[in-house]
Structures are given as structure tokens and as C-alpha cells.
């Protein structure tokens, strides 16, 4: 009996070298520069989208919908989609496998740093999953709008409904607060590799900031209104990113807000870009 044990044991620590050794091969890092350029396509589609809102008062969804759409009206624009769900889907791998084997770097086995990684890999999930479904021909897949009513309508139905949705609101926020301190404070800095040249650093100092205060605000703005959801009993009153965006422009700061933070997430479009380069993986 100990001895099956101990070979039971023995195949699981085996099972886990083996994965942590695929996690860290050269193959699956490239898979995770692949899936960071993917996230940075999403993100500087989704700017450009919101930028033509504000201008152009376009019909278009000034969300992740409207920037698969702009992808897929693009020549060769299905595969492109397919590509990008696919990319981001092994971006949720490598988050995945931070997670689970720790990132790299000081401190990469602390819980400060897997439990963003967590985080991130089931954000990255969802979001590949949204691409995938859109490009398989879902209609309102990428639909951030209805994604969000729905799920909160769901919520709201279930026991003590209206405190999950409060407290999923207030997460939202809190993580909106989160991404924009750490893009004040430049701590992607820490995940740059060894050697970036200074001009590199620079550049990615400058689009890290903005673009991550960008988000943050985006971000922030949709868990206010998840909040306010849960406090009138009213799933409308959530908000995807689309609609979060275009509140926007009814601030006394009027369209140019709208612009500054469209601008902002075009510019997290290309840190994403110059991190899938320069970050260590």
C-alpha cells in the first residue's frame, strides 16, 4: 500500500515537472508574446473605435464588439479574428501557469504576484472565449453591453443576488483604482526583461502610464455602474465598456474626456505591443 502511494506521489511531483518544464519552454513564452500582441490588437481597435465615436457619433460599439468587427471588415479579417482569440487564449494559459508554478523574476512565487495572475488568466479566458464565439458566427458575442445586463440580470436572481452584484461592482472598481496606481507607480517596469534598451524603456514609461490610467478610468466607470445595479435592483443600470465609454462624453468635460481616455486605450494597444517585445516571459 506505501508503495503505491509513494508511486502515486512519485507520478504527480513527475506530472508537475513536466508541466512547469512546458510552462517555461521556448515554444509556450512565444505562445505568450503571441497572446500579449493579440490583447494589444484588441485594445488599440477598441481606441480607435471610441475615437470615431466621439468625433462621428458612429453607431459602431465603441467596445470589444466594435474592434472585432473594425478586425474582421479587414482583408483576410476572419482569420485575423480566429487568430486573435487563439492568441489570447494561450495568453490565458501562460497566466494560468504563473499562477500555478509562479511568475518569473523576484518575489514570482509570492501571492502578490499569482494571484493577479489568476486574475488575469481568467479575465484573458473570457475575453478569448468572447473572440472565438464571434468569430464562429455568434451573433452579440462581443457585445460587452449585453454581456454585462445579462449576467447581471443572472446575479440578481440568484440568493442575496443584489450583495453578489454590489460586491462584484466594488471588485470592478477596486481593480479600476488598482490598474491606475500601478501605472502611476510604472510597475511594469518589474516585468521588463534584463537588458531593454533605454529608448525602449522609455517609450513603454510614457504608453504604460496613459494607457494604463486609461483603463483603469474605463474600468472604474463600469463598476460604479455595476454598484448602482445593485442598489436599485436594476440590471439596465450595468454597463459594459461600450456604454461606460459613451457616459463619458456626458461629463461636463463633454466629448474630449471620451477622446483623452479613447486616445489612452490606443496607447495600452501599444505598450501591450511593446511588452509582448520586452516583457520577461
Do not use: N
Amino acid at each position: 500500500m506505501s508503495g503505491t502511494l509513494t508511486g502515486g506521489r512519485a507520478g504527480a511531483e513527475k506530472a508537475k515537472e513536466t508541466a512547469h518544464d512546458a510552462a517555461r519552454s521556448k515554444p509556450f513564452r512565444l505562445l505568450a508574446r503571441a497572446g500579449l500582441a493579440s490583447q494589444a490588437v484588441i485594445y488599440f481597435l477598441v481606441g480607435v473605435v471610441a475615437v470615431r465615436v466621439a468625433f462621428e457619433g458612429d453607431g459602431q460599439q465603441a467596445d470589444q464588439g466594435g474592434a472585432l468587427e473594425e478586425l474582421a471588415s479587414q482583408p483576410f479579417g476572419a482569420a485575423l479574428v480566429w487568430a486573435v482569440g487563439c492568441g489570447v487564449a494561450a495568453l490565458a494559459l501562460w497566466r494560468l501557469a504563473e499562477a500555478v508554478f509562479g511568475t518569473s523574476g523576484p518575489e514570482g512565487r509570492s501571492a502578490k504576484k499569482r494571484i493577479p495572475a489568476a486574475g488575469g488568466a481568467a479575465l484573458c479566458a473570457m475575453t478569448s472565449y468572447t473572440v472565438l464565439a464571434f468569430a464562429a458566427g455568434q451573433q452579440g458575442s462581443g457585445s460587452s453591453d449585453e454581456q454585462s445586463r445579462d449576467m447581471t440580470a443572472r446575479a440578481m436572481e440568484w440568493p442575496a443576488g443584489p450583495w453578489l452584484v454590489g460586491a462584484a461592482g466594488v471588485a470592478v472598481l477596486g481593480t479600476g483604482l488598482w490598474i491606475a496606481g500601478r501605472a502611476l507607480m510604472r510597475k511594469f517596469r518589474e516585468d521588463l526583461r534584463p537588458g531593454t534598451p533605454r529608448t525602449a524603456r522609455r517609450a513603454i514609461d510614457v504608453l504604460g502610464v496613459a494607457g494604463g490610467l486609461a483603463r483603469g478610468l474605463v474600468f472604474a466607470t463600469a463598476g460604479v455602474f455595476v454598484v448602482r445595479a445593485a442598489l436599485e435592483f436594476d440590471p439596465d443600470e450595468a454597463k459594459g465598456l461600450d456604454d461606460a465609454l459613451r457616459t463619458l462624453a456626458e461629463t461636463p468635460a463633454g466629448p474630449w474626456l471620451l477622446v483623452a481616455v479613447a486616445v489612452g486605450l490606443a496607447l495600452f494597444g501599444l505598450f501591450a505591443l511593446a511588452m509582448s517585445r520586452w516583457q520577461r516571459v
